[in-house]
């Protein structure tokens, strides 16, 4: 018999995508690959995240933070998409709220980007291809600080 404490048995933990209040956080995606957008919001979604909205470029990613601000709490951004790239809509909406949590997603090769990402104000990176862990892993970590 597995003992119970308010509704939670005892080898159950809280999804780590929660604060403290119990709410979710709540994830802005933006990538222009279908499938890499799909898999993130399945990863933050396993989690007890919120994906509250995705992107297929910069330009869309940026006009859906302002439309959803102050109701973000982390955007993941690709770095290379058409339109506008990652790199200037991380400027834009850093611009927009210098206190803006972005994650930025990069293929291999791309460390020189990166750097310039995290110079202008990223507050981490994720390399493709995905690893489940490597995504929460810095999600929580910047999340929680």
């Not at 973000?72 to 770095?79: A, E, K, N």
């Amino acid at each position: 018999m597995i003992a119970k404490t308010e509704g939670l048995t005892l080898n159950e933990k809280q999804p780590e995508g929660r604060k403290e209040d119990g709410t979710p956080f709540r994830v802005l995606v933006v990538d222009d690959s279908m499938f890499i957008a799909k898999q993130l919001g399945q990863i933050f979604t396993s989690e007890g995240f919120e994906v509250a909205g995705t992107a297929a470029d910069g330009a869309q990613g940026l006009e859906r933070y302002k439309e959803m601000y102050p109701n973000i709490d982390l955007v993941t951004m690709d770095i290379t998409m058409p339109i506008m790239d990652g790199v200037s809509a991380l400027e834009k909406i850093l611009e927009f709220d210098k206190n803006a949590v972005v994650i930025m997603v990069s293929a291999l090769g791309k460390e020189d980007v990166v750097k310039k990402s995290l110079l202008m104000g990223a507050k981490s990176y994720i390399v493709k291809p995905l690893d489940r862990k490597k995504v929460l892993e810095r999600a929580l970590s910047v999340l929680k600080r």
